[in-house]
């Protein structure tokens, strides 16, 4: 059976959400309220047929939203028409005898003006009805008596009860409270851009965008993200909330190529994926990309439509990551300066939020609907493996885009009240470094020398800090020092560690995926089960995600009895070495005397600015843990500061136990050296050509404008240069000299410039 076509101008409400869609498909005119009289009379009109009606959407080959606020006003223009009307000021029946003339010829000025202009141009309507107002008064000084009186009643019967009826509106208050009146033109439409701003959806697109910058907002940052997607950041005045507006190129397209996609997407929508692929996006997207290019070369023939070869590969990029992809989740996780999404409950209502590098908090242009958050939690929930459902209403897991990838946090009900919500933590594509962060300020040169020092001793580090203070990225970065002769094993509930990129880069690594805490999924490991597992992994360096659970205890149990004789690394939550003693002992029940199996404790934290709208992260100190203690290791003066945070100077600065050689964890790393042992000279000279590297790339990324050099290619480049040159030095000479390792290290560098 055909379907019929919608006549233009036909309307649908929905009176679940108060929503009219009217049909503008073929329309002669635009989707506009704001310029197009013919579009604002007939939504004035189908108000009053729909009273309750709380949004409009225009649809055309995009969706045109206007919200409750904007549809509020012309709600009030139908309701004051409607007033008008009944309470007979335009009636013919509004006269005398004596003034018949005078109605005769103003009176239908006033009808028109009323039942056609008004609809049409509600602030024209009213400025007609003003200047006729001042011109009868200027008329009436001139006139002789009876004509006086009869527009005196004019004026008092007619044209003041319909214009005061007017003036109750907010859209013509705020017109005449923004000076909108005077000067204005009848007909004009640029005063409604002032009032009327829809949000607007591409038909083959889920979520809404605000397409105009924030009303009196100033553009503070531009900048692009994959070539095509511009990003501007606003700060709006009475707000500390930036607004960030992202505008990518299916924003911007012409209407065929709206029409081109919206046509391809519904061709790609009646191929289901089996779950299998959706387990597999990689291939997914591979095959709709194959699939999407042939089909929107088709399409554009058979719709006469003439595109390029790059506008193919644009159209086809488009229409697989509304198809295959996460739609507009992938502009924000593609963008490296955002760091969390947000998505609320309940989905509609509010705009998505961002946490960015350089602005915080920020509110977007993006409004997701409910019908795409339930495909995202479905792809999250098949991908995943894990379930999502009354029983089990929290989901974590992990994603991957182009340009980006996440660890995602989904709940639902009976969690929450309102429906679905996501949270997004974004992690780099490409892997963390320590120059990356020497770079960034988070740690200075001289810490990242100690780091690396500590992790090519095969140490047991713990990474602390707060949500978000980047502790897991300073793991991700620590992983590289790790000599590639090494193997590693990672245990992770939630994949967050850089294996893949890790892999890439010719390591021996090993990933383990343990079961979550929240997600009790009974067919995967436990995270106890998995470290005891990795340890049959042959001889390895152990990182694990997170300790947050049981598998803390065996993970100290494994170093305590030396089944771990590499480095064991590790994030946990606390804010300095005393707090994370607290949340293994009195949180976790490890035993305190296993405690002691931790040899190093690396505190990441946020420092504010004195105005609280500016957080910076910075590592706060590196400190060892001593043995010799018995019950409270902070009493006993088992915590010793190696390096320590100073807010004046805004970096780590050495303390004197690290400046005199006195750190025991430092000596036994070097007591594992014969040309270190009893030679703090040495070990220091050690750090101190590290630091010098770290620093050296750094600056050289600076003053080449090369940002390559900070990242994980070179930088493992780097570390192996620096291991076989100190080897060779030390095979020539008979000692491991940094001057020569430096020197030659640097002719290196300058090879590879």
């Known amino acids: 059976m055909a379907v019929r076509e919608k006549d233009v101008f036909e309307y649908e409400y929905d009176d679940e959400t108060g929503t009219i869609e009217i049909n503008l498909l073929g329309s002669v005119y635009g989707a506009s309220i704001e310029d197009y009289p013919e579009v604002m009379s007939r939504v004035i009109n189908i108000l009053q047929e729909v009273p309750d009606a709380s949004s409009v959407v225009l649809s055309e080959s995009r969706d045109y939203e206007y919200s409750d606020t904007q549809?509020?006003?012309?709600?009030?223009?139908?309701?004051a028409i409607r007033d008008i009307s009944s309470q007979g000021y335009i009636s013919k029946n509004v006269r005398t005898d004596k003034c018949e003339s005078l109605y005769q010829e103003k009176l239908p000025e006033v009808q028109r003006i009323v039942i056609d202009d008004l609809r049409k141009d509600p602030?024209?309507?009213?400025?007609?009805?003003?200047?006729?107002?001042?011109?009868?008064?200027?008329?009436?000084?001139d006139s002789y008596p009876q004509r006086k009186r009869c527009i005196k009643y004019f004026i008092q019967d007619v044209l003041k009860p319909v214009s005061g009826r007017l003036e109750e509106t907010h859209l013509i208050q705020q017109s005449v409270e923004l000076d909108y009146i005077t000067g204005h033109h009848v007909g004009d439409r640029e005063v409604?851009?002032?009032?009327?701003?829809?949000?607007?959806?591409?038909?083959?697109?889920?979520?809404?965008?605000?397409?105009?910058?924030?009303?009196?907002?100033?553009?503070?940052?531009?900048?692009?993200?994959?070539?095509?997607?511009?990003?501007?950041v606003y700060r709006v005045p009475d707000q500390v909330q930036p607004i960030y507006h992202v505008n990518p190129p299916e924003f911007n397209l012409p209407e065929e190529k709206y029409r081109l996609l919206d046509a391809a997407r519904r061709f790609l929508a009646s191929h289901n994926p089996e779950s299998?692929?959706?387990?597999?996006?990689?291939?997914?997207?591979?095959?709709?990309?194959?699939?999407?290019?042939?089909?929107?070369?088709?399409?554009?023939d058979q719709m006469g439509i003439q595109i390029s070869?790059?506008?193919?590969?644009?159209?086809?990029?488009?229409?697989?990551?509304?198809?295959?992809?996460?739609?507009?989740?992938?502009?924000?996780?593609?963008?490296?300066?955002?760091?969390?999404?947000?998505?609320?409950?309940?989905?509609?209502?509010?705009?998505?939020?961002?946490?960015?590098?350089?602005?915080?908090?920020?509110e977007t242009n993006l409004i997701p609907t409910k019908e795409e958050a339930e495909s995202w939690a479905t792809r999250f929930r098949i991908q995943s493996g894990r379930p999502l459902d009354e029983a089990n209403p929290v989901l974590d897991t992990d994603t991957e885009v182009p340009g980006g990838r996440a660890r995602v946090a989904i709940i639902q009900e009976n969690l929450s009240p309102e429906g679905l919500a996501f949270a997004f933590r974004r992690h780099r594509s490409r892997a963390w470094t320590l120059p990356l962060?020497?770079?960034?300020?988070?740690?200075?040169?001289?810490?990242?020398?100690?780091?690396?020092?500590?992790?090519?001793?095969?140490?047991?580090?713990?990474?602390?800090?707060?949500?978000?203070?980047?502790?897991?990225?300073?793991?991700?970065?620590?992983?590289?020092?790790?000599?590639?002769?090494?193997?590693?094993?990672?245990?992770?509930?939630?994949?967050?560690?850089p294996v893949k990129q890790m892999k890439d880069l010719g390591y021996n690594i090993e990933s383990m995926k343990s079961r979550s805490v929240i997600t009790q999924v009974e067919n995967e490991l436990a995270a106890e089960e998995a470290i005891r597992t990795s340890l049959r992994l042959g001889d390895s360096a152990l990182v694990?995600?997170?300790?947050?659970?049981?598998?803390?205890?065996?993970?100290?149990?494994?170093?305590?009895?030396?089944a771990v004789a590499n480095f064991v690394g590790g994030t946990i939550h606390g804010e300095d070495a005393y707090s994370v003693f607290d949340r293994v002992v009195n949180d976790l029940n490890v035993p305190k005397t296993s405690f002691k199996a931790t040899d190093i404790i690396v505190s990441v934290n946020k420092i504010k600015s004195p105005?609280?709208?500016?957080?910076?992260?910075?590592?706060?100190?590196?400190?060892?843990v001593r043995k010799e203690w018995t019950d409270d290791p902070q009493e006993e003066g088992a915590f010793v500061d190696l390096m320590r945070y100073d807010s004046n100077e805004d970096k780590l600065v050495p303390t004197d136990t690290l400046l005199n050689g006195e750190s025991l964890v430092l000596n036994r790393i070097a007591s594992n050296i014969r040309e270190w042992k009893n030679n703090w000279e040495a070990v220091w000279d050690n750090i101190q050509l590290r630091k010098q590297i770290k620093q050296d790339i750094v600056q050289k990324a600076e003053e080449t404008d090369n940002k390559e050099l900070l990242e994980a290619e070179f930088t493992v480049k780097s570390n192996q240069r620096f291991h076989i040159l100190s080897e060779r030095v030390r095979e020539e000479y008979g000692e491991q000299n940094t001057e020569r390792v430096l020197v030659r290290w640097r002719e290196w560098l300058e090879q590879q410039l």
């Open 611 to 624: 105005d609280g709208l500016s957080t910076f992260r910075r590592v706060t100190g590196i400190t060892e």
């Open 123 to 141: 602030i024209g309507a009213y400025v007609q009805l003003k200047r006729m107002i001042r011109h009868l008064n200027q008329e009436k000084e």
């Open 437 to 497: 962060f020497v770079d960034s300020g988070m740690i200075n040169p001289l810490g990242a020398g100690l780091l690396s020092f500590i992790v090519d001793g095969n140490r047991s580090v713990l990474f602390a800090g707060t949500r978000g203070a980047g502790k897991t990225s300073l793991l991700s970065a620590s992983m590289l020092e790790i000599l590639k002769k090494h193997r590693i094993v990672t245990v992770e509930d939630t994949l967050e560690l």
């Open 309 to 362: 070869g790059e506008e193919l590969e644009q159209l086809t990029a488009i229409l697989n990551r509304y198809t295959s992809g996460l739609g507009v989740l992938e502009l924000l996780l593609s963008d490296p300066k955002v760091q969390d999404v947000y998505v609320n409950s309940p989905i509609g209502n509010a705009p998505i939020y961002i946490s960015h590098q350089d602005y915080e908090e920020c």
């Open 276 to 300: 299998g692929e959706f387990a597999r996006p990689e291939r997914m997207r591979q095959v709709f990309q194959n699939i999407g290019r042939d089909m929107v070369r088709d399409i554009s």
């Open 544 to 562: 694990i995600g997170e300790v947050r659970s049981d598998e803390a205890k065996t993970l100290y149990e494994a170093m305590r009895v030396g």
């Open 192 to 232: 409604y851009r002032e009032f009327f701003h829809p949000l607007v959806r591409p038909n083959f697109m889920l979520t809404k965008f605000m397409s105009l910058p924030p009303e009196r907002g100033e553009e503070v940052d531009r900048y692009r993200v994959q070539e095509d997607v511009e990003v501007s």
């Open 71 to 79: 549809v509020e006003m012309l709600k009030e223009v139908a309701e």
